[in-house]
């Protein structure tokens, strides 16, 4: 499993994902909402989100393996601009929603329908939660949507071949990701395939099981909180093929 993250002012991780490839199954693209609440370590329970801003990512993946069934092999981080660059890079992507919004923290002013988006919408429409009816749920499955929009474009052989492409997907990769140590160029050729396969309609996606979207543990303001026994399940199953392709959010 690794953790694919955004940083946000104030170093929080924003956006955080789970991407596991089974011995045999399915492979899965998780989203871990930033406010779920979560003993971190060397620190008190807090959203998970917090990890990164006292520790980085090295507390942020102690505080993933605290997870019931959770373990990490590798991690990466992306930047905001590696999302506005990557949408770019492959031409925009359509992306679909259906309610209107207009949003002014995260700057998203859509209709509701489908459209074309170019970086910068494509960043905000991942970004806005105040008006999603879904909360971190719904916000999570536009996240996803981003990631699978890119992953659809990245499979045009057109866009591959193409020299102008090449060069502005490289650096809007490599001017931003940043990997764990110990993660080599094949497994950085692992996880683009393991994105791709997730993303489709053979992979998993959605979140743990959620008992709440407004716990209120006192100290944190509303904070989500996971099913303890229901996550544990969660993650064996994904991990034993057990689940078929589709998406599993578990708001109970």
Known sequence: NGP???????????????????????SALISLPRDIYVPIP??????I??????????????????????????CGEIGFGGVTGLVDAVGGVE?????????????????AGCHQADGDTALAFARMRKQDPLGDIGRAMRQRQVVSAVAAKL???????????????IKAGTGSLRLSEGTSALDLGRLALA??????????????????????????????????????????????????PGEYNGLK
């Open 95 to 111: 992306l679909c929603l259906d309610y209107d919004v207009n949003d002014k923290p995260s700057k998203l002013n859509w209709k």
């Open 195 to 244: 994105f791709r396969s997730a993303s489709s309609k053979s992979g998993i996606t959605g979140t743990p099981p959620i008992v709440s979207l407004n716990y209120r543990p006192g100290g944190v303001g509303s904070a989500v909180q996971l099913d303890d026994a229901g996550t544990v399940q969660y993650f064996k199953d994904i991990a034993a093929g057990n689940l078929k």
């Open 4 to 26: 694919i993250k955004e940083n946000v002012k104030g170093e929080r991780a924003d956006t955080i994902m789970l991407l596991h490839v089974p011995e045999s199954g399915p």
């Open 155 to 169: 499979k045009d052989p057109k866009l591959l071949l193409n020299p102008k492409s090449q060069v502005a997907l």
């Open 42 to 47: 060397g620190n008190n329970s807090n959203k």
């Open 49 to 74: 989100n917090a990890a990164f801003s006292f520790g980085g990512a090295p507390l942020l993946v102690k505080t993933v393996e605290g997870l019931p069934g959770m373990t990490v092999d590798h």
